[in-house]
């Protein structure tokens, strides 16, 4: 069946309304997944690790791998990623309890407030956080002492700095955008571009796409 952009972005406006923003139990929070896939030809391999706040450790992770048929498309990674992300996901849910995730893309920082972390967190009805390395869609304004991402008036996430590095943090689902803020600091080290659990699912995905045939 051909993707059909107009039906993709008529999803995403639905789905948009189905995000909930809520604050998040900070203090109760130790298993924070992140997701991600990699690619070799036509075949994407995401990766889902869970992984320790309070040990600093990798606890497990989970794989799935198939062939790519939508074309990447910005704006829309949702509906060539998320398919596979989700499977990889549910898998990992499947051996142990996440308290949040992280997902290599943007939530609401997105033209239609809908980014793949968004998308993903509506579908499983979960926590999720957007990272990225680059603003696909708002306006950086400065509050105070910080760098925020706001569309129509509304802050949906967060510029963080580190060192000569900076990321760009948004809600997903049910977390504020101060909340995503803070856990993505949390488990962040500036040596590396992205938060622990991402650059360890970026690592592994990275490192099964080498073997397949």
């Known amino acids: 069946m051909a993707f059909l952009v107009e039906n993709a972005l008529r999803a995403q406006k639905i789905l948009s309304k189905h995000i909930v923003i809520q604050p998040i139990s900070i203090s109760a929070i130790d298993t924070i997944a992140g997701v991600d896939v990699s690619y070799k030809g036509d075949m994407g391999c995401a990766v889902a690790v869970a992984y320790s706040l309070k040990s600093r450790t990798l606890i497990t992770y989970s794989q799935h791998c198939e062939k790519v048929l939508v074309p990447y498309i910005p704006g829309l990674l949702a509906f ?21 995730t992280l997902v290599n893309g943007h939530g609401m920082a997105h033209p ?26 708002g ?52 040596s590396y571009t992205l938060p622990e659990p991402l650059r360890l699912a970026d690592e592994l995905s990275r490192k099964i796409v080498r073997k397949l045939a």
């Open 139 to 190: 306006n950086v304004a400065q509050i105070g002492g910080d760098e925020v991402i706001v569309i129509d008036g509304v802050v949906v996430g967060y510029v963080i700095r580190g060192g000569s590095k900076k990321i760009y943090v948004s809600i997903g689902n049910k977390v504020t955008a101060e909340d995503a803020a803070t856990i993505v600091l949390s488990v962040w080290n500036c």
């Open 80 to 100: 060539r990623e998320a398919p596979l992300m989700i499977k990889a996901l549910m898998q990992l849910l499947s051996k142990t309890s996440i308290d949040v």
């Open 112 to 137: 239609r407030k809908c980014g793949i972390a968004s998308h993903i967190g509506v579908v499983l009805s979960i926590p999720t956080i957007g990272v990225a390395k680059s603003l696909l869609y």
